[in-house]
């Protein structure tokens, strides 16, 4: 069996190793085709893709793009993007001047909670400096000692009712497929189990991607509780969608790791399903 893992984070976002590690590292993890799929930029891509070539490891260009969609957060993956695109570069460059504002308004309002110096603090931790996030300044919070774990300071700090969390608007579902399609790329939902929908409106969400074109959806990812894999790859069957596998790894010893997942529910139709760069990693068949 193919090891596929097509959701992933480097340095250039919020994971902590630089592409060529994480690519190393899925390369020592026995994974045949990795997309790096980095939060709204695509620049680590050609990196990781000279890694892949010299380890013998497919690598599909991803990314993974913030939307606002019914009063949440969703996050919408791209895979086999063009990462010269131009329509999807200038959408993702105005998505990161976006989260500068953001951060600068996070760092304010954990100020009025009395932690000064998270805005620079959040800063050091974004190797990428037009790439800053809630991530960046969860580990400056880790490290400053108001929480003991990245888990604790999301559920002390960061997130909605808590200090540091401020509401954002990000770009739109059509915008995101959109963008995604018009670089040659396939559009799929991230980790459907961690939005706070009720069943009506994650099916509203499922038809609305559908109808701009989305074909994909997370089946197995390292965001889903190994008890949530059949309810999702039992929604992709019945909405029509092609399943997907990804740990989102972000940094080793944090969630699971590159490509250390189960496989996908056997009558789950795989998003790479004949995708020709799979072809090397398949037994030659008698010619
Ligand atoms: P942002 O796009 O800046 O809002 O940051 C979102 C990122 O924060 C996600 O991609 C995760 O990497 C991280 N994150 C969100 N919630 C949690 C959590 N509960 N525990 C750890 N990391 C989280
Ligand atoms: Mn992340
Ligand atoms: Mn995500
Ligand atoms: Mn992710």
Redesign the pocket.
Known sequence: MLNIDLHC?SNVS?GVLPPAEVVARAAANGVHALALTD?DDVAGIAAARAAADAAGLTLIPGVEI?VSWGGQ?V?IVGLRIDPLNTELAAGLADIRRG?IGRARRMGDDLARAGIAGAYEGAFNYAANKEMV???HF?RWLVAQGHAPD??ST??RYL?RGNPGYVEHEWTSLENAVGWIRASGGMAVIAHPGRYAFNARQLHLLLDAFRALGGEGIEVITGSHHPSEYGKFADLARAFSLKASRGADF?APGEGIDIGRLPALPHYCQPVWQGWPELAAHLSPSIA
């Open positions: 984070h919020d939060h913030s957060t996050h989260r996030g809630r991530t969860a990245m888990r999301f559920r997130t972000h």
